[in-house]
């Protein structure tokens, strides 16, 4: 992520980027707890991760996201990030991480998801420095709020 542009002290976009490193942290607990042979403690770390991310993708999506996709600039790009939010929900469900299958498909899921938060981090939230007017903010803000029932700031 770049840290030239400011986006990160943005009280919202904190909130995302620090629900991204919790996913990835887990993600990374998770490939050791495979490595470990600790199928267990990988089941839990991926259904918390499936919980944290139903959470961070729902106050992406009815926020930032539904603000920046009115303009027609970002429309496409947030179709794409909410066409992946959907993706892995699905995937990250299904998944069986005690089987050789479902080992190789979490592994390809967490790369894919460096990917997005990627395009996340360096695209779409600096660009929303300049996208978004003070209502919007508020707006994408209360929507981040609801996802998380009021959770902090």
């Not at 991310?53 to 990030?81: C, K, S």
């Not at 005690?98 to 997005?116: C, I, K, N, S, Y």
Request: net charge negative; glycine share 10%; aromatic share 8%.
């Amino acid at each position: 992520m770049c840290h030239y542009c400011g986006c990160r002290e943005i009280p919202l976009i904190k909130e995302f980027i620090a629900e991204h490193e919790r996913v990835t942290d887990a993600a990374g607990d998770a490939q050791r707890a495979l490595a470990a042979g600790d199928t267990a403690r990988a089941r839990e770390l991926v259904a918390f991760m499936a919980g944290e991310l139903e959470t961070h993708w729902r106050g992406e999506e009815n926020g930032l996201f539904a603000v920046m996709r009115q303009d027609p600039e970002y429309a496409d790009y947030i179709g794409v990030l909410t066409h992946e939010h959907r993706d892995h929900s699905v995937r990250l469900r299904a998944l069986d991480p005690g089987t050789e299958a479902g080992r190789a498909e979490f592994d390809l899921m967490v790369r894919e998801l460096h990917q997005h938060i990627s395009r996340e981090e360096d695209g779409l939230f600096p660009a929303s420095l300049t996208a978004l007017s003070g209502d919007e903010w508020d707006l994408s803000m209360a929507a981040w709020r609801e996802a998380h029932q009021g959770g902090g700031e």
